[in-house]
T-cell receptor, first 112, second 116 residues
Framework: QKEVEQNSGPLSVPEGAIASLNCTYS??????FFWYRQYSGKSPELIMF????GDKEDGRFTAQLNKASQYVSLLIRDSQPSDSATYLC????????????FGQGTTLQVKP | GAVVSQHPSRVICKSGTSVKIECRSL??????MFWYRQFPKQSLMLMAT?????????EQGVEKDKFLINHASLTLSTLTVTSAHPEDSSFYIC????????????FGEGSRLTVL
């Protein structure tokens, strides 16, 4: 069973701080990785995707991928209360069917 | 705006009845759509992959006779929960890729099913 693991949290950070969200995956053949944000009662929305080892930055968000360690992370700089949500990490299936395997999500709380 | 639309967003039904949920891709043709189920405080669990013009591929443990999937066109997939029971109450979400297996995956707004 291919798995994606996340700490469910909650992760609590003060406003303006850096929030660091982590994820590990078991399918070594996965090539694509995604971070989704989900507000309570809503569908997930894509924050970032990353395919290559290293860092990828988009505004306040930085995704980091280390395929050797099978580790993906998301950094949120200058965290805002509106960033409070559940963040889902997903890995593309190595069978290249387009399926995503989701982690259980990490709940982030940004306190004013 | 939303590129994948789901309907209805909320549905309440009696135990034993069937409920149909529609998923439409608005701006693109989707040969493949995915149906997920999410229970409270849990992650998305893939139920099945819906393939246009052919049978859906179900994940292990998902009853294909209970969760009927039809993908009759490149823009529409439907999920029918047959003979629904209270344990089927959940948040059902569809998704579709904009192109091939590397295109961005868009999610519908989700459909919250409550079975009384």
């Amino acid at each position: 069973q291919k798995e994606v693991e996340q700490n469910s949290g909650p992760l609590s950070v003060p406003e303006g701080a850096i929030a660091s969200l982590n994820c590990t995956y078991s399918d070594r053949g996965s090539q694509s990785f995604f971070w989704y944000r989900q507000y309570s009662g809503k569908s997930p929305e894509l924050i970032m995707f990353i395919y290559s080892n290293g860092d990828k930055e988009d505004g306040r968000f930085t995704a980091q991928l280390n395929k050797a360690s099978q580790y993906v992370s998301l950094l949120i700089r200058d965290s805002q209360p509106s960033d409070s949500a559940t963040y889902l990490c997903a890995a593309g299936s190595s069978s290249n069917t387009g399926k995503l395997i989701f982690g259980q999500g990490t709940t982030l709380q940004v306190k004013p | 705006g939303a590129v994948v639309s789901q309907h209805p967003s909320r549905v309440i039904c009696k135990s034993g009845t069937s409920v149909k949920i529609e998923c439409r891709s608005l701006d693109f043709q989707a040969t493949t759509m995915f149906w997920y189920r999410q229970f409270p405080k849990q992650s998305l669990m893939l139920m099945a992959t819906s393939n246009e013009g052919s049978k859906a591929t179900y994940e292990q443990g998902v009853e294909k006779d209970k969760f009927l999937i039809n993908h009759a066109s490149l823009t529409l997939s439907t999920l029918t929960v047959t003979s629904a029971h209270p344990e089927d109450s959940s948040f059902y979400i569809c998704s579709a890729r904009s192109s091939g297996v590397t295109g961005e995956l868009f999610f519908g707004e989700g459909s919250r099913l409550t079975v009384l």
